[in-house]
C-alpha cells in the first residue's frame, strides 16, 4: 500500500511541490469548502503515503476538473494522484458518498455483468439511420438512463445523441449504435472501482471490435477521456476516438456543413474533460461561430480556466456543488447570453439541477442547449 | 440449479404505518406465507428510491416488493403516492437494464390487511419462482464483493 502512493508520487511529481499553496487558491470546491485543500492533500501523499491520506474523506471532495493541474507551477498531476490514491482507499474498504443514494453505480456495477439483455435503444426513431457494423460506430454511453433517473428535473440528454446521429447522416456517414453497449466505466473508475471498470472496458472493446469499427464519436466528454486515456492504459485498443465537435470542425473547414441564420446571443462552458484534459477548446468555437447572425460572447473564466459543473462521476453532490453551479450560472448570465450551450450530459443535468433550486433566483436563470442539439437544429439540407 | 428445487431471494420494502404492521399482524394471526420474503422496515414507501431497488438487485436479490399505505390513508398524506411516481421510474430503469418488469412490484396494504399481505406474498413469490434466477445472479458473483456481503 505505501509502494503504491509512493509510485503515485513519483509518477504525478508530487515531490516538486513547492507549498505556495495556488492550486487551494484556485481549487474551485476550496473556495466554498474551506476544509478541503488541494495543498494538503499532496502534503500528506509525500510525507507518508499512509492511512492518514487513505481515510481522509477529503480525496472524494475533488472533482478532478484539472484546475489545479493547469495553475501549479511545479507542473504537479494533481489529478492522477487523486487518481491512485482512490484506489488504493477502495482496497481498504473506503468509500465515496455517492450522490443519488449510489442509483448511477448500481446502475453501472448491474452493467458489468455479462450476457445482460438491455433495452435501451427505443429512443432511435425512424428518421435515424443505424447500422449493426460498419467503419464508425456512435457511442451513446448512458444517456438513455440518465434521462429516466433525471425525469424529475426534465433534462433531455438524448436529444444531443439523436443530433448526433442526424449530423452524422448529414455528413453521410451511417453510424453503428451497439444495442447492448456498455457504461464506459468513466464514473466508476474515478469513484477507486477499479475491478468493475476493467469488466466494462473489455465488454465494450470486445463488442466494438465485433462490429468491425474503427473509429469511435462521443459525443459525451467522459466517455470520449476514457477511450483516450484510460482504456489504453489496460487494455490493447487501437480505435480512432473523435469528439463530435471535432467532426464538425471539420466538415466546416471542408465546406460541407451550411447554416441557417441564428439571431441570438450565446456563450460556451467548457466542460473539464474536453478542455483540460484533452486540450479541445478550438473546435466547439469553431462550430458556434460558423452559425451566421450568432453573437458569441465568451464568459470571463472560459477555456483553460473555466470552472467545472461542480459534480463529477456522481460522488459528493453538497451545497458546495451548488454554489459553484450557481457561481457558475451567475457567470454565464452576467455575459448577457440568452443561450449558455454546453457539450456534455453531465453538465446540462448539474446546471439544470442548480435552477430548479428555489433559492437559485433569476440571475441564475438562463437557457442551456447542447451544443450538437443547437447545431443540428440549424443544419442547412 | 433447476426451477424444482430453487428458492428464491425477495427483499420487501414495508412502511412504518400500514405493510409493516400488516406483516407483524400475518404473524400474530399465524397466517402462513413464505419464507423467501425478508423485510426491510422504511418510514415511508416514498423514501424507496431508484437506488434502494437497484441495489438490491446488484446484490442478487431475485425480486423487490415494494409496500405502501393506500393512497387515502397514508401516514404522511402524499408518502404513498411519491411511492407510486418514483415506482414509475425505477421500473423503467429495471427494464431498461435487463430485469424483467415482473421482479419488481408496488402494492398498497393497510395494516388491517394481514391476509393481503400473506397473499401478495405467496403470488410475488411464485412469480419470481417461475422466472427463475435473475439475470444478474446466472453470472458471476463478483458484483457482490463491493458491499462486503458473500453469498454462501
Known sequence: MKNSIAAAVKESKAYLCLECGKCTGICPISRFNHGYSPRILVNKAIRSGNLDLLKDKNIWACLTCKLCDERCPAGIDYINLTLATRLEAQKIGEEAICSHGGAAQSLMRIMATPNLEQKRMDWIDNELKITQSGEVLYFVGCLPYFDVLFSDIEVNTLKAAKASIKILNHLGITPVVLSQERCCGHDLLWGGDLENFKKLAEYNINEIKKSGAKKIIFSCPEGYRTFKIDYPKYFECDFKVQHITEVISEAISNNTLKFKNFDKVVTFQDPCRLGRHLGIYDEPRNAITAVPDLKFIEMVRSRKRAICCGVSAWMNCTTYSKSIQLARLKEAKETEAELLVLSCPKCEIHFNCAMKDEKAGKQAKIETIQLVTLIADLVKE | ?152
Open chain 2, 1 to 152: 440449479m433447476d426451477n424444482q428445487t430453487f428458492e428464491p431471494k425477495i427483499v420487501a420494502f414495508c412502511c412504518n404505518w400500514c405493510s409493516y404492521p400488516a406483516a407483524d399482524g400475518a404473524g400474530v394471526s399465524r397466517l402462513q406465507y413464505p419464507t423467501n420474503i425478508r423485510i426491510v422496515r422504511v418510514m415511508c414507501g416514498g423514501r424507496v428510491t431508484p437506488s434502494f431497488v437497484l441495489k438490491a438487485f446488484e446484490l442478487v436479490q431475485m425480486g423487490v416488493l415494494v409496500a405502501t399505505c393506500h393512497f387515502e390513508d397514508c401516514h404522511y398524506m402524499f408518502g404513498a403516492r411519491k411511492a407510486a411516481d418514483v415506482h414509475k421510474i425505477t421500473e423503467r430503469l429495471t427494464e431498461m437494464i435487463g430485469i424483467e418488469k415482473e421482479r419488481l412490484k408496488l402494492d398498497w396494504i393497510s395494516s388491517a390487511e394481514a391476509t393481503k399481505f400473506a397473499k401478495v406474498s405467496k403470488e410475488f413469490v411464485e412469480t419470481v419462482r417461475k422466472l427463475g434466477p435473475s439475470p444478474i445472479k446466472k453470472q458471476n458473483l463478483d458484483v457482490l464483493t463491493k458491499s462486503g456481503l458473500n453469498e454462501k
